[in-house]
């Protein structure tokens, strides 16, 4: 009976302890699942490709986010999200477990969010909401993705702080280190980004720096970017061995009712040094606009163009244009239709310039390019 007893009142001061630490802390799973069939005109210098495609509007995933309340206003977070494509199961991001996000830091009310781990830079958290790939896919975005302004690239090693809003304003400041012994400059990133928001307007802008690896202590391309998926297509392949790369973006956007009509520009160079297989800086400017009207709150419609202009070791010119619509059916599942069209002119740097929509990265072969999708996503 003493034993009975003993044990009930330990049970007993365990649960009063540990309740309110319960109650002020949570875990959540969640999820997309985003599937569709593509077709494309002119992939790889042959006509017609027909083909499953996963993560067309977002990105297929699955993730774990939490935050505990340590009192004072002061939380612990953190979040480890996986991606991966739903018609092989294979994971995404170069195999990694958890490829799109994996960090954890602090959060107060007053004094912002500090984060530590591999997470996206601060452009794309606060200028990536004002430009038209937001909404509703990726032929919206700067062909191939030169100026990394899609979900594509992410970095590992990194301490970014993002702070609070002050009175409409919002600020965020990355560094990545690279740590290669001996030269502490080799692989590093650092970025920093501010945004303004009054009413239905919202203007963001923002400086990247990427450095791709000192060729004297480590192999070209070691870096704590993804240089690898911003430079995976023809437009800018030919200057995947840059020393490092330079992005500066900025846009706004301002709602009128169920109307959002904006724009962006980014200019982004490639520099050379001795180890590149090119000489001279490869400059891309772009300049991109749309309009994004929620007819009704189940449906959806965007229309966007995008002109790109590189210069430097090579000149070429990209014009595109991009529909999209979404219908609602319930709060976790919508269907979509995608279509973007490229047409390219000049030289890439390898060879004549090839069409390339927006961020799906599909090589054609050729100086145009169609892409229509119609797929399904759901959430969780």
């Not at 437009?235 to 956007?253: E, K, L, P, Q, T």
Request: net charge negative.
């Amino acid at each position: 009976m003493g034993n009975r007893m003993i044990r009930n009142a330990a049970l007993a001061l365990f649960a009063a302890v540990s309740a309110p630490a319960w109650a002020q802390s949570s875990v959540t799973l969640y999820g997309v699942i985003d599937e569709g069939l593509m077709y494309v005109h002119n992939s790889g210098g042959h006509s017609t490709q027909l083909l499953m495609s996963s993560g067309n509007l977002y990105g297929s995933r699955w993730g774990l986010k939490g935050t505990e309340d340590l009192g004072g206003g002061l939380s612990a977070i953190f979040r480890l999200e996986n991606g991966f494509d739903i018609n092989s199961g294979a994971l995404a991001q170069g195999g990694r477990e958890f490829g799109r996000q994996a960090y954890v830091g602090l959060s107060h009310a007053k004094y912002g969010t500090l984060t530590l781990g591999r997470q996206y830079d601060p452009l794309l958290d606060l200028v990536q909401p004002v430009q038209g790939d937001y909404y509703l896919g990726s032929n919206f975005s700067t062909p191939g993705d030169v100026d990394a302004a899609d979900w594509n690239t992410r970095f590992s090693n990194t301490i970014k702080w993002a702070s609070p809003t002050w009175g409409g304003v919002n600020i965020e400041a990355m560094y990545a280190l690279g740590g290669v012994a001996g030269a502490t400059g080799s692989g590093q990133t650092y970025a920093g980004a501010a945004s303004y928001g009054y009413g239905p307007f919202l203007a963001a802008a923002g400086y990247l720096h990427i450095d791709n690896g000192n060729a004297q202590f480590v192999t070209r391309g070691t870096s704590t970017a993804d240089v690898s998926s911003l430079t995976y297509s023809a437009v800018n392949n030919a200057y995947a061995s840059a020393r490092s790369i330079d992005i500066a973006r900025g846009g706004a956007h301002y709602v009128v009712g169920p109307v959002t009509l904006g724009g962006y520009f980014s200019h982004t160079e490639y520099k050379p040094d001795s180890a590149s297989t090119y000489t001279v800086t490869e400059k891309y400017n772009d300049v991109g606009v749309y309009g994004f009207w929620q007819i009704r709150p189940d449906t959806s419609l965007e229309i966007g163009y995008d002109y790109l202009k590189s210069s430097g070791d090579s000149s070429a010119r990209y014009h595109q244009v991009g529909v999209s619509g979404d219908y609602v059916i319930s709060k976790r599942t919508d269907f979509y239709a995608v279509v973007g069209y490229t047409h390219a002119s000049g030289s890439n740097g390898a060879g004549a310039a090839q069409a390339v929509v927006g961020a799906y990265d599909i090589n054609s072969g050729k100086n145009s390019q169609v892409l229509a999708i119609v797929g399904i996503k759901h959430v969780f």
